[in-house]
């Protein structure tokens, strides 16, 4: 088993990193869960409310994580009758199971889970002219906006949740088990969390894990893009951006490695 006794670290919260560390788990592996932000709603949540009760002005929404679902939700009841009139996109499969969870269906997921799979997809719908609602948190960068409307869509960008960094009490150890070389592997999921563990752990801390040579795992061509921004140089990053496929990249990394 590649992954038998492996130390990896995992910078998502509990809550969503459950099946992943089950599955690390399964595989011998030692999996340390120190979140880098946390998750909260939106500073004037009664405001969006009222901006988001009569959507049917847009023709598409565009949910590119999980928690976009999760909090639009918060604001807007399923109910409402404005909302079976627009088409939805999700960015991937995971943002998708979570939207039915609500009792609604994707009308397009990307069968390349990316910014770039979405927009080469949505081009063919002829989305030009088109009202398209795109629920972020307050850290989304703005690739997918920009790229919208290089389509000709008209975009409405609204922060929903925020990410903000978050230092877990767990946070100081971890720093010694860096510099002790004790850990095989770092998993990021999204680049708001890359960006805040890299202000945690500062310039010296990047030079740390470059220097000792600690393995970065991502998912999606974005969060690798911001390791690389962060002077972090990502080696495994699966062809599809869940966590079935993260284990085995991980695995096949190690394989080699032994």
Sequence with gaps: MPLSNKTILVTRTRKQS???IEMLEKHGCLVLNVPTIE???????EHLQKRLKDISAFHWIIFTSANAVRFFFSLKNPA???LPQVKIACVGKKTSEVLNSFGFEAHLIPVIFSNKGLLDELNQYNIRGKHILL?????????LETGLRSLGAHVKRMEIYKNVPYKDPEWDSLYRKITDKLIDCLIFYSPSALKAFVQLIGEEGIELINRVKIPIAVIGSSTAQAAREHALHPEIIPSESDDEHLVEALKNHFGVME
Excluded at 39 to 45: F, G, K, R, V, Y
């Design 18 to 20: 459950v099946a992943l």
């Design 39 to 45: 998750i909260s709603e939106a500073d004037n949540p």
């Design 80 to 82: 409402d009758d404005d």
């Design 135 to 143: 629920p972020v948190s307050n850290v989304a960068n703005t690739e």
